[in-house]
């Protein structure tokens, strides 16, 4: 197997990735499955050779099995860990049932010797010695009570640092390995088209290539970023959060304080915290509506946009307030919908009014779709059609129903007729 990935390096190195690619292959029929190493590394072959030969979906494919390989051998490790911090656990406290058992044996040896002593002089010194073992006996279960405990906080604590460590290693791979070779291939792509005389039959297939590499690699770096942001390590939580809520591009970030840095895994808890807050806080709106139905939730809020008073209005809220409103106005909101009605301030209100005069208006690309929906295309047929992915065509298939509020593809179709949109 050595051998094969020693030509399948140097075919790559030559330029012959298509060689490379077959060689790969070839190896992979008779590799042995049961060697992890051998596997990942000629899942790395195949991953780069797809690459260069520009195979996004073949690329993609191997990379996540030298990934899933690879995270699998991870938590093989971790549990190799916790077994041996188990075992440890479980010799201890063996040992300190033991130290008891040889307790309770002393005591009962104790307690008769005491009542020897008792018929001569006294049973003073036997209770003193009885009391004294029980007590040992006492703090004998505190301490077996005690490791339990501190084996349930090692295995949490190996089970977090592993996850931490995983995610920013696959955000490394990810960002500096899979980013960095898809940037070349745009590079070489865009080099080749400026340098050679192309059909323009094929200008617009060139040019889709080129919009698919650079959505991949934006979505390939978002992902990387929400992995493990590399400004939370390098910086700190402050820049991290800063970053984060700066490209959200909807959340106000003030930080109060020092700039001491706390500990690395007090900074990744608490991002992952904001984070998730931020992301799900309209969600969560429609959790707490199907949990408690007659519950009744206004949103108090600085977002004013369309979409964010959309979202959770249909999400269950009976109202939605701006924060600069007049303390009247909310507490009208209140009693609006404790009293089961709808409540809108005036703002939002002549908001909602105002995009509801506004015409639909469809980009080119979601007018192209809309057509080819309207014609009983399916994904993969337009995603054929478009040069560009099935899971790009689910997105804008989504996104159509969204903005013209359609809640299925029937539906979708007759607007678009009635409508004359297509």
């Not at 020693?6 to 992979?28: F, N, P, T, V």
């Not at 008769?112 to 018929?119: A, K, Q, Y």
């Not at 949490?156 to 290693?169: C, D, I, P, V, Y």
């Not at 039959?201 to 080129?210: D, R, T």
Request: net charge neutral; aromatic share 6%; proline share 1%.
């Amino acid at each position: 197997m050595e051998a094969y990935r020693q030509q399948g390096d140097y075919l790559i190195e030559s330029g012959r990735y298509a060689d490379a690619r077959k060689l790969g292959k070839e190896a992979l029929q008779v590799a042995d499955t049961t060697n992890r190493l051998d596997m990942r590394l000629l899942f790395d072959m195949l991953k780069r050779s797809a690459i260069w030969l520009n195979i996004p979906e073949e690329a993609l494919f191997y990379s996540q099995e030298q990934i899933r390989m690879k995270e699998s051998d991870l938590n093989q490790e971790w549990a190799d860990k916790i077994a041996e911090v188990d075992a440890k656990y479980n010799t201890e406290k063996k040992e300190l049932e033991i130290a008891a058992l040889k307790a309770d044996k002393k005591i009962k040896n104790l307690i008769l010797l005491s009542l020897l002593l008792l018929l001569t002089a006294g049973g003073g010194t036997g209770y003193f010695i009885y009391r004294n073992q029980k007590q040992r006996h006492l703090l004998a279960a505190q301490r077996i009570k005690e490791l339990e405990q501190e084996k349930q906080i090692t295995a949490t604590q190996s089970l977090l640092e592993g996850e931490t460590t995983e995610r920013a290693r696959i955000s490394r791979d990810l960002h500096d390995g899979l980013g960095g070779m898809l940037s070349v291939a745009k590079l070489k792509i865009a080099t080749m088209k400026g340098n050679l005389t192309i059909p323009e039959e094929n200008v617009a297939y060139l040019n889709s290539a080129i919009e698919m590499l650079d959505t991949s690699i934006k979505e390939l770096r978002r992902v990387a970023h929400n992995l493990m942001p590399e400004s939370l390590l390098k910086y700190g939580l402050n820049a991290a959060l800063a970053d984060f809520c700066r490209s959200t591009d909807k959340v106000t970030y003030h930080f109060f304080g020092n700039d001491r840095r706390p500990e690395e895994k007090t900074e990744v808890a608490a991002y992952r915290i904001v984070s998730e807050l931020v992301n799900n806080s309209i969600d969560i709106c429609e959790t707490i509506h199907k949990e408690y139905p007659a519950l009744k939730i206004l949103a108090l809020t600085s977002f004013s946009e369309f979409t964010c008073v959309n979202n959770m209005m249909k999400n269950g809220a009976s109202g939605y307030v701006l924060k600069n409103a007049m303390p009247e106005e909310i507490i009208k909101g209140i009693e609006t919908v404790m009293n089961g009605q709808i409540f809108l301030c005036h703002e939002v209100d002549m908001l909602m009014k105002k995009e509801a005069d506004k015409h639909v208006y469809l980009t080119r690309r979601e007018t192209d779709l809309l057509r080819l929906i309207t014609e009983g295309f399916t994904n993969d047929e337009i995603a054929e059609k478009l040069f560009l992915g099935s899971e790009t065509i689910k997105s804008y298939r989504k996104n159509l129903l969204f903005k013209l509020n359609a809640k299925n593809t029937a539906a979708l179709v007759k607007m678009a007729l009635e409508e004359k949109l297509v």
